[in-house]
């Protein structure tokens, strides 16, 4: 069974010209511990696809089913639940909470999960070149330092599934590459299925799979 299932996908957004698909039929697999890579060009829909993966955003038809869970045929609760425990999430946007400090931030999903080692988090902060920040707070970093302790954060958590937004794409080319292929190396070890959006066709290139989406379907 994949870890995500996504069935059939179809969503469009409201414009004053009338309703714009955006999705019109995307069904994709990912098992585990295996890294597919999301690419197409800007407008596309990758991020919408990301989070109706992710339960943030409810597709019009079709299903997301996550270890062969029917997302919304849970309720709300439950919804949650099943996503703060097995689903990571690396944004675009990184989304730290301001008032922790780095080492709270990276701790902050797996204590929500129950599923904090201490220990582990150490060694997730040394690979990422954060031990020395740990004490700081996100607004003292750069973009690049912020962006690690995102994909840190959700890495310490240790989901089934991660979805990830470009997530190298502010850092320069040398530490990108260092924290791809963390992420990838930490996924296919846990056993975690990576989903991520990237514009690199090189850093694609090191993915399990690669799919296109394009006029709303994936090729
Ligand atoms: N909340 C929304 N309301 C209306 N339109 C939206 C909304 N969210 C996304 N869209 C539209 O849906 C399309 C897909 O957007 P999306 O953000 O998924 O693209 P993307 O492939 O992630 O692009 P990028 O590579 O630039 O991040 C775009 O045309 C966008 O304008
Ligand atoms: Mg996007």
Redesign the pocket.
Known sequence: MPLLALEDIRKS???AEGA?P?LQGVSLDVAAGQVVALT??????????LHIAAGLEAPESGRVLIGGQDMAALPDAGRAKLRRGTVGLVF?QFNLVPSLTVGANLAFQARLANVHDAGFCTDLAARLGLSDLLARYPEQLSGGQQQRVAIGRALAARPKVLLADEPTGNLDEATGDAVFTLMLDLARAQGTGLLL?THSARLAGQCDRRVL?RAGRLA
């Open positions: 957004f409201a414009s714009v955006v197409g060009e800007s407008g596309s829909g990758k991020s919408t696809l675009q959006v989406l």
